[in-house]
């Protein structure tokens, strides 16, 4: 039986323990992925979208576990990406 994860109550608690403790003996099971986003946006736009597209965008992102700007901001670097 693995352990349970302690509660730390700040970065500098979590990079300790991080450092210091065998993961594997710790059930991970609970953990879900996030994603950080480093770079600043320094533009905003505005698209119109059928109303349609806007809610499948929605539902999308939220099964992906991101907000809907981001997945579509996602999408964009994705679509850009493979056509270089």
Request: aromatic fraction near 6%; glycine fraction near 2%.
């Amino acid at each position: 039986m693995k352990k349970r994860l302690p509660v730390l109550k700040s970065d500098r608690a979590a990079e300790a323990f991080v450092a210091e403790a065998d993961l594997s003996a710790y059930n991970l099971s609970g953990l879900r992925l996030a994603r950080y986003e480093l770079k600043p946006k320094n533009r905003a736009i505005s698209v119109r979208l059928p109303d349609e597209l806007l809610k499948a965008v929605r539902l999308r992102a939220k099964r992906a576990g991101v907000p809907y700007q981001r997945f579509i901001r996602i999408a964009l670097e994705r679509a850009i990406q493979d056509k270089r």
